[in-house]
């Protein structure tokens, strides 16, 4: 040490080095922590005495610090992402002898306001790069992994696409809107042998019948007035070697569904405006929330179409029939949107995550997301509160839903939900509780025992 610093008694340096920089953490060669600061400690949420010793990256995410360590070529302002914000980080090596033996880094965050506009300057510039990021590959957005849940329907569901991928068959996804067929269609073709070639959706729903045609088929020049010189290559040329997606393919019209199964029967199209077949080969995967069986009977869909593409049949499940994921999906979009935010959410308050938990989500994971992402983003604090749902939630205890449960079962869940609002109120003050409930305290704690509300 400098002969001057070693006047400075030991507890002075102490107090300096735990102060003067926001956060500090110190690693070995190795990489393994051996020193890190109180402050740094409280932002990660770790236990000090815990953390010594273990190595950075287990402690500290999207670190560098261990690379510092080892390569001794120091980084300075760097952004790091950590919980949710960027931060500025710089890596110092220390060197002695010319030998790395140690790296130090401090991290800053500084909420003034020229580092928010630096902070919504990279973000911005993130979400606009995503799309390009996307295109560049075969667009396929989601894997497997995307697909979340550990309920045994999901488990099983991910097992079933394992084993088709990669056979050529058609594949029928059914399942209300906002369950995930989508996210099931990609994962397919990414698993398949097609997963190196184009992924191509169509929604037959959204385009108007005189167009579903040119847009699935193509055009020749001329076919048409208003028609592209050229012409216009359809998704089926498009798909070609690939996978074509024809989402809500309960809602193309008949004529179409005619020249669909002609097509997928014949493994040719014709554009429009063209006397010549042009060969194609594309997998088909088809997705629908229609009840098509019904639609049969009353001859709004084709019955030789139907077959054609259900060969292997699958079924996304509600979200209501399997609320043992509920909780994990609410940990994931929290994480999705503060990441995006630089927002920081610490958890749930409990009466919000019982309103989620009995809500029968009409609009599946998709309105989940939805009411996840409008909470994170109207909650002032850390905690996401009942005035940060939608209005339609926050009076959902008004509307309860049977589910089939028992009358006994009902009033058990009544009488705890609220006794967990009083608790809210009252801000766990069981006399105010017991007070506002006009119950005694042995019976207010014989029920706050009965719930694990103590
Ligand atoms: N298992 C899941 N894990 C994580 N996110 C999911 C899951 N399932 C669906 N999502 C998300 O929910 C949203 C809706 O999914 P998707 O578009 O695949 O539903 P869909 O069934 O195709 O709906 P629609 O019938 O309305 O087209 C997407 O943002 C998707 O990322």
């Not at 002609?262 to 554009?271: F, S, V």
């Not at 019904?294 to 593409?309: A, G, T």
């Not at 006399?431 to 506002?436: C, D, N, Y």
Request: charged content about 25%; proline content about 3%.
């Amino acid at each position: 040490m400098n002969a001057k610093l070693l006047h400075i008694p030991a507890d002075i340096i102490e107090t300096i080095v735990e102060n003067a920089f926001e956060w500090l953490v110190v690693v070995d060669r190795k990489g393994m922590i051996i020193y890190i600061n109180h402050n740094y400690c409280e932002f990660l949420e770790v236990n000090r005495e815990e953390t010594i010793g273990r190595h950075v990256t287990e402690v500290i995410e999207n670190t560098r610090m261990h690379i510092v360590a080892k390569t001794g070529k120091e980084e300075l302002a760097d952004l790091q992402f950590i919980k949710g914000n960027y931060m500025i980080a710089n890596r110092v090596p220390i060197i002695k002898n010319g030998e790395v033996i140690a790296a130090f880094g401090t991290v800053f965050f500084r909420d003034t306001q020229e580092w928010m506009k630096m902070d919504s300057h990279v973000k911005s510039l993130l979400t606009r790069m995503q799309p390009y990021i996307q295109k560049i590959d075969s667009g396929v957005k989601y894997t497997l992994d995307d697909i979340l849940g550990e309920s045994q329907q999901i488990i099983s569901l991910k097992e079933k696409v394992k084993m088709v991928s990669n056979s050529d068959i058609s594949i029928l996804i059914r399942g209300e809107s906002g369950t995930g067929k989508e996210l099931f269609a990609h994962s397919i073709h990414q698993l398949s042998s097609r997963s190196q070639k184009p992924f191509i959706k169509v929604n037959c729903g959204a385009i108007p019948e005189n167009l579903l045609e040119s847009e699935l088929f193509g055009y020749e020049e001329g076919a048409f007035t208003g028609a592209k010189k050229g012409g216009k290559k359809g998704k089926f040329q498009l798909a070609n070697g690939g996978t074509l997606f024809l989402d809500e393919i309960g809602d193309m019209p008949l004529s179409m569904q005619v020249k669909l199964l002609r097509a997928l029967q014949d493994g040719e199209i014709e554009p429009i405006g063209s006397t010549k077949s042009i060969s194609v080969d594309v997998r088909i995967i088809a997705a629908t929330n229609r009840p098509l069986e019904n639609m049969i009977e009353e001859k709004r869909f084709r019955e030789d179409l139907f077959y054609r593409i259900n060969v292997v049949p699958f079924s996304v499940p509600t979200l209501r029939e399997r609320a043992e994921d509920l909780t994990l999906l609410i940990a994931h979009f929290i994480d999705k949107v503060t990441n995006r935010l630089g927002k920081r959410i610490a958890g749930i308050d409990r009466n919000v995550m019982e309103i989620l938990k009995s809500y029968s989500w009409p609009g599946n994971i998709r309105e989940l997301e939805n009411v996840i992402e409008a909470a994170v983003h109207l909650t002032k604090g850390e905690q996401i509160t009942l005035d940060s749902l939608p209005d339609y939630l926050q009076t959902q205890t008004a509307i309860y839903r049977f589910n089939n449960k028992k009358l006994k079962d009902i009033v058990e869940e009544t009488e705890k939900w609220v006794l967990m609002q009083s608790l809210e109120r009252n801000s766990d003050d069981k006399v105010l509780v017991g007070k506002e409930l006009g119950v005694s305290r042995s019976t207010l704690y014989e029920k706050l025992n009965k719930y694990s509300l103590l």
